[in-house]
């Protein structure tokens, strides 16, 4: 029997992993598109007027098993992978974006949903379900249905094409992560503390293999680029970091890129948008390409300027090494932890015994139950995709919450990076339905499992996006959790990545993987001094991938775009510190080419950045980390998910909206 076609039995509802084999998905797919046909033909068909409940109502109840199903497959692809799920993904992606194209382009379901909204101020709606109408409304009409009948089918065509592309891109920088490795031996090992060394290690034994290799997950190859001796092989690592997507055949990113960016620049000109940039920013808290520019423009200023004075204290140090002409790409990690070292006495291979990973999630979940009265127990009876998956009921003083899981460690199929999903959202419509949410890591799996202080921010970031999701208090589905704008989904990631740091999180979780001494308050103070150190390299990596990301999606005509010169030419302009490479190249960029996420929208980490200095002071002028009043504030906006403007949540929660000067702050960008 197909466990999609039964109702599961499982613990709080988790899907049943053991039971799910990828022959399931095809069948499962096909039945749920049928039965979400249904469910909008039954809404067409109502020879009733349209009203809320009939048609947006009805709306958020159609196409059920369509979700459970999506959300199982597209979760175990990312985290899992694997021919399997891979062959599935290049067949169903194109159907799956026909299908929703069908419906977002129904111009009987799109005539009851405008009726809707042309009366809107008549119906009596509740704030959430007004706010609700009128972001439908806006859903479809950004789709295109609102279009005439040969442009909707031509955006169902472009959705189509788009679909596989995104599909095949993704699987491409995943192909080239898996094929990489560096094998070490001997001297090769020079430098490496411990950690790094057992990490090699596990990579190595992953893969088959003896001794120890360097591979492109994240977490291994940036440890190996800080610690390495050997120059030649922080160069061979770095140059394959940077190539993934690049390499001629039947792999190459290069070739998918004009075809996507044309795709969409088609799309914003069928919506009357001169560029795909400025059709996205349209419905964003920024609200126009120009906000956007403005911001980074002047950001990019202070960041670059930063970034060159950290540049000649690296090279200076770099010269007792022998580099006599200039920084590389490979050597600024290096030598910019010689400089931490030399500079503030803070050596992170002495915090990382300090950050056991199992103490880091306590540390994440002792957060929450200070500031939002949660609490967290680890479930040995829920059957897993994966033995390193961990799985936890959440509950509060009114009791269940919902579930979450944590995959923390890296993998050869699974996608790099760290990512926040559900498998299930909350929602109310129909009875209280608690989210089943998901956090995925790549942390380099060893023996103990010891995190870098990055790391554990990062925890921290993708644990704020799950407790966005756990928090949320809404009625409507596709109000829940993180289905917010935007620019607005990564501050609450953000402004959790604030409490690792904090000696009160510090003194208790921090504490020696073999000792169990707490960190001594020498390092806390270290941390906080050199809180700054190396904001200028860090600000302008992530400013270059998002300048990159709109100047792509503000061309017109991009069908015969060289992506490698445009990338060139771009930087040159800018004056980009030719040591200093984007954080995410145009050929791996997974953010804004494996789906459409984050297409002319990356700049959201930076944006949300400023919002989450800002959203943390509140603490700061309280004194106090978990103080109750900011706290409620925050705990405010995670409940609220999307049945509210978030500027309107975010100045009920400060005041008064965010200025930048947090922001340089709490980076060092300002004198």
């Known amino acids: 029997m197909n466990p999609f076609f039964v109702a599961w039995t499982t613990p709080f509802g988790v899907p049943p992993f053991d039971a799910i084999r990828a022959e399931h998905y095809g069948p499962a797919f096909d039945r749920a598109m049928a039965e979400a046909d249904a469910d909008i033909a039954a809404i067409t068909g109502n020879g009733e007027p349209p009203d809320f409940a009939n048609t947006i109502e009805a709306l958020e109840r159609a196409g059920k098993r369509l979700n459970v199903v999506a959300g199982v497959f597209y979760n175990l692809s990312a985290s899992m992978g694997g021919a399997d799920l891979e062959r599935i993904d290049l067949e169903y992606a194109p159907k799956l974006a026909a299908h929703g194209s069908r419906i977002m382009l129904d111009p009987k379901l799109f005539a009851r ?55 095949q891109f993704g699987q491409n920088v995943v192909h080239d992560e898996r094929e990489w490795s560096l ?128 540049r000649d204290a690296l090279f200076a140090r770099a010269g007792a090494d022998g580099v006599s002409d200039r920084l590389e790409g490979w050597d600024w990690r290096y030598y910019a932890e010689q400089q931490r070292l030399a500079e503030f006495d803070l050596d992170e291979a002495a915090l990382k015994p300090y950050f056991l990973l199992e103490n880091i999630q306590a540390a994440a979940f002792d957060t929450a139950a200070r500031l939002f009265g949660l609490g967290f127990t680890e479930c040995t009876d829920v059957l897993v995709y994966h033995p390193d998956v961990r799985v936890y009921e959440v509950r509060d003083a ?58 554990a921010r990062t925890l921290f970031h993708e644990f704020g996006h799950a407790l966005h999701a756990l928090l949320s208090q809404v009625r ?59 904001q200028g390299f860090v600000t302008v990596e992530t400013l270059a991938s998002t300048i990159l990301d709109m100047e792509l999606h503000a061309l017109r005509d991009p069908a015969e775009l060289d992506v490698m010169a445009f990338e060139r030419d771009v930087m040159a302009r800018l004056g980009a510190p030719v040591e200093i490479g984007a954080r995410h190249r145009p050929p791996h960029f997974q953010h804004i080419f494996s789906g459409g996420g984050y297409a002319a929208g990356y700049y959201a980490y930076l944006w949300a950045s400023v919002l989450d200095a800002d959203g943390f002071a509140a603490f700061e002028e309280a004194g106090d980390p978990f103080a109750p009043g900011p706290a409620a504030g925050l705990k405010r906006i995670l409940r609220s998910g999307d049945s509210e403007d978030p500027m309107a949540l975010y100045v009920a929660f400060r005041g008064a909206k965010p200025g930048t000067e947090a922001l340089m702050r709490e980076r060092g960008l300002v004198a």
Request: hydrophobic share 45%; proline share 4%.
């Open 476 to 534: 409507y589905p596709s109000q829940s959790g993180t289905a917010v704008l935007h620019d607005f989904v990564e501050f609450p990631s953000q402004v959790m990545e604030h409490w690792i740091g904090t000696p009160e999180v510090l003194r208790r979780f921090a504490r020696h993987h073999e000792t169990g001494a707490p960190i001594p308050e020498a390092l806390i103070a270290k941390l906080k001094a050199a809180q700054t150190f190396n």
């Open 183 to 310: 094998q070490l031996e001997g001297d090769d090992l020079a430098g490496l503390p411990d950690f790094v060394v057992d990490g090699a290690r596990q990579a190595a034994a992953e893969r088959g293999l003896e001794g120890h290799v360097v591979t492109l997950s994240r977490s291994l190859i940036e440890s190996f680029l800080t610690y390495a001796a050997r120059r030649d092989l922080r160069q061979a690592a770095y140059l394959a970091w940077v190539a993934r997507g690049t390499h001629p055949g039947a792999h190459d990113n290069r070739a998918l890129i004009p075809q996507i960016l044309a795709l969409r620049a088609e799309r914003a000109r069928l919506l009357g948008y001169g560029t795909y940039a400025e059709y996205r920013l349209a419905d964003t808290m920024a609200g126009s390409v120009e906000a956007v520019s403005g911001f980074t423009t002047a950001l990019w200023r202070a960041a670059v300027k930063r970034a060159e004075q950290e």
């Open 398 to 455: 009114e009791g269940h919450v919902g579930v979450f899981i944590a995959d923390p460690f890296a993998r050869p199929d699974k996608r790099s990076g760290a990512w926040m999903s559900t498998f299930r959202d909350q929602s109310t419509l129909d009875g209280r339905v608690s989210p089943v949410v998901i956090n995925n890591n790549n942390f380099v799996k060893s023996s103990p499992a010891l995190l870098g202080y990055m790391d």
């Open 113 to 167: 949903v405008d009726a809707l909204f042309r009366q809107r101020a008549l119906l009596g709606l509740e704030a959430d379900q007004l706010r609700l109408l009128e972001r439908t409304h806006l859903g479809f009409v950004r789709a295109g249905a609102a279009l005439d009948e040969a442009a909707r089918g031509r955006l169902g065509e472009i959705s189509e094409q788009l679909a596989s592309l995104h599909a």
